[in-house]
Structures are given as structure tokens and as C-alpha cells.
């Protein structure tokens, strides 16, 4: 048994958790699957996100069998657990492309929650991450979007036992690097989603100061339910790690959330 707390800093909405970094930091609890250093490769995990992640509020957290859950006065907030199955990448884009679809990112015109930790226009350089994802193409079920992001200092894993000395951004950052792009490129400007299921592969902890890409990807649509995907590559275009997105669509005043005028 141990404790999962989601700071302040970590928000989506503006009180509630963002759901990649919550989703990462619960699966950073999983000692049975976790790599020796963190940083070597994860198998993937899948978290399901059960009600909005409490901020600033310990969260009680336990394993029972082979899923880990965390939950306040006794009601899940969020459950993890490995899966044998692949994950579909989506395929890389140019850092100079990524680059130059930033200034298309719709956030810039309208954003619903802008204060969120991995995509909000509201927070300042190296105090959220700032992935301001824009349309690249499409695909066959959904737009193509793609962003840079450099890892900050302040992401730092805190961890001991590296394969080597090089500094990186924690497993909750690498997920929540993961996270927005997705709902970016399905259909987040046309209504409000929340995360609701997020699975995740980690190949490699994402090197501090290293200019990477995030790529999303919309695969589709079914009632209020919304499929998407996230793959994140270093500067030598490697694979870092990969995500597949359930999202929820839901009432914005639900969730402090803004409405386009």
C-alpha cells in the first residue's frame, strides 16, 4: 500500500488532474512491472480513469491481484494494470514540420481548459509543458496532428539506479506528453472530452533539454466515446514512447471548463 498525490501543477481542468500525468504516475507505482532504472523499456500499461483525479489530496493506493488502484474515502479514482497486447504507432513528422504547425494550434484561438498542464496557452515556460499541437494532415479515421516538446528541468525522474548519468523526465511527464495531442486530434474544438482510458508503452524516459515530437493521430469515433493515439520520438527519430486514448465527451460546466462563445 502506498500513496498517490496529484499536485496543483499537474492539473487538466482547473481542478481536477490532468489525466496522462495521473495515468503515469499511478502506473509508476507498478513495482512488479517496472524496469530495474526506470528508464529502460515498460510493458504497456493500461489506466482507466474512473472520476476527475482530486488535486493536492492523497489518494490511497493498492494492489490486489494484478491492478493497482487508487482511491479517495474508499471510491476508485483510477485503475492500472498491464496488457498483453501492441500498440499501433503513429507514424513520425519532421521536427521542422511539427515546428511550423504550432502556429496552427487551435488552443492559440480557443481552449477550453488553458490552464492544463500539458497543452494550456495559460502556463508559463517550464511550468507546464506547453505542447501546442497542429493539424499536419489526415488520416483515415481523424486528423493528423503533431508538436515539439523539449523536456524541463523541473521533470527530472527522481530516481537512483539509471543505466547511465543522462537526466530524464519522469514516467507521469513522459505519459502526459502522451495525453493532449490525442484529444487535439480528434475532435476536442468541436466538443468538451475528458480522458477516460489512456495505454501506454514506455520505450525509453525522454532525455532532459532534448528537442523531441509528439504525433497524434484520431482513429474514430463511437456515440460520446472518441479513439485516438500518440507516439513521441527523440531527435534521432526514434520511438520514446507510444499511447492509445479512449475520451469521453462531457458537459463543460461539469468540468470548469470553457465553451467557444
Same mark, same amino acid.
Not at 500513496?3 to 481536477?16: A, K, Q, T, Y
Not at 502506473?27 to 529502460?40: E, I, K, N, R, V
Not at 480513469?49 to 489518494?59: A, K, Q, V
Not at 474508499?74 to 511550423?100: C, F, I, K, Q
Given at each position: 500500500?502506498?500513496?498517490?498525490?496529484?499536485?496543483? /501543477?499537474? $492539473?487538466?481542468?482547473?481542478?481536477?488532474?490532468?489525466?496522462?500525468?495521473?495515468?503515469?504516475? *499511478?502506473?509508476?507505482?507498478?513495482?512488479?512491472?517496472?524496469?530495474?532504472? =526506470?528508464?529502460?523499456? &515498460?510493458?504497456?500499461?493500461?489506466?482507466?480513469?474512473?472520476?476527475?483525479?482530486? *488535486?493536492?489530496?492523497?489518494?490511497?493506493?493498492?494492489?490486489?491481484?494484478?491492478?493497482?488502484?487508487?482511491? +479517495?474515502?474508499?471510491?476508485?479514482?483510477?485503475?492500472?494494470?498491464? %496488457?498483453?497486447?501492441?500498440?499501433? #504507432? +503513429?507514424?513520425? @513528422?519532421?521536427?521542422?514540420?511539427?515546428?511550423?504547425?504550432?502556429?496552427?494550434?487551435?488552443?492559440?484561438?480557443?481552449?477550453?481548459?488553458?490552464? $492544463?498542464? @500539458? $497543452?494550456?496557452?495559460?502556463?508559463? #515556460?517550464?511550468?507546464?509543458?506547453?505542447?501546442?499541437?497542429?493539424?499536419?494532415?489526415?488520416?483515415?479515421?481523424?486528423?493528423?496532428?503533431?508538436?515539439?516538446?523539449?523536456? =524541463?528541468?523541473?521533470? =527530472?525522474?527522481? &530516481? =537512483?539506479?539509471?543505466?547511465?548519468?543522462?537526466?530524464?523526465?519522469?514516467?507521469?511527464?513522459? &505519459?502526459?506528453?502522451?495525453? $493532449?495531442?490525442?484529444?487535439?486530434?480528434?475532435? *476536442?474544438?468541436? /466538443?468538451?472530452?475528458?480522458?477516460?482510458?489512456?495505454?501506454?508503452? %514506455?520505450?525509453?524516459?525522454?532525455?532532459?533539454?532534448?528537442?523531441?515530437?509528439?504525433?497524434? #493521430?484520431?482513429?474514430?469515433?463511437?456515440?460520446?466515446?472518441?479513439?485516438?493515439?500518440?507516439?513521441?520520438?527523440?531527435?534521432?527519430?526514434?520511438?520514446?514512447?507510444?499511447?492509445?486514448?479512449? &475520451?469521453?465527451?462531457?458537459?463543460?460546466?461539469?468540468?470548469?471548463?470553457?465553451?467557444?462563445?
Amino acid at each position: 500500500m502506498s500513496e498517490l498525490i496529484v499536485p496543483r /501543477r499537474f $492539473c487538466g481542468p482547473p481542478d481536477s488532474g490532468n489525466g496522462g500525468w495521473t495515468a503515469g504516475a *499511478l502506473a509508476a507505482l507498478d513495482d512488479t512491472d517496472a524496469p530495474d532504472d =526506470h528508464a529502460g523499456p &515498460w510493458p504497456v500499461i493500461e489506466v482507466s480513469l474512473r472520476r476527475p483525479p482530486p *488535486l493536492d489530496t492523497p489518494l490511497h493506493v493498492a494492489v490486489e491481484g494484478a491492478v493497482t488502484t487508487a482511491s +479517495v474515502d474508499g471510491a476508485p479514482v483510477a485503475t492500472a494494470s498491464r %496488457v498483453d497486447r501492441a500498440l499501433t #504507432e +503513429v507514424g513520425p @513528422v519532421a521536427p521542422d514540420v511539427a515546428a511550423a504547425a504550432e502556429s496552427t494550434y487551435p488552443g492559440l484561438a480557443f481552449h477550453p481548459f488553458p490552464t $492544463c498542464f @500539458v $497543452c494550456g496557452t495559460a502556463r508559463e #515556460e517550464g511550468d507546464g509543458l506547453r505542447i501546442f499541437p497542429g493539424r499536419v494532415g489526415a488520416g483515415p479515421d481523424g486528423d493528423l496532428t503533431a508538436a515539439t516538446w523539449t523536456p =524541463h528541468p523541473s521533470l =527530472h525522474e527522481d &530516481w =537512483h539506479a539509471y543505466a547511465d548519468e543522462v537526466p530524464r523526465a519522469s514516467v507521469a511527464a513522459t &505519459w502526459a506528453a502522451l495525453d $493532449c495531442i490525442g484529444g487535439w486530434a480528434g475532435d *476536442l474544438t468541436e /466538443r468538451l472530452m475528458v480522458l477516460g482510458r489512456m495505454t501506454a508503452r %514506455v520505450d525509453a524516459l525522454p532525455v532532459i533539454g532534448e528537442a523531441h515530437v509528439v504525433v497524434g #493521430e484520431g482513429r474514430g469515433q463511437d456515440g460520446r466515446k472518441t479513439f485516438t493515439a500518440a507516439t513521441l520520438y527523440d531527435a534521432d527519430g526514434r520511438v520514446v514512447a507510444s499511447a492509445e486514448h479512449t &475520451w469521453i465527451a462531457v458537459d463543460p460546466a461539469m468540468f470548469g471548463g470553457r465553451t467557444p462563445a
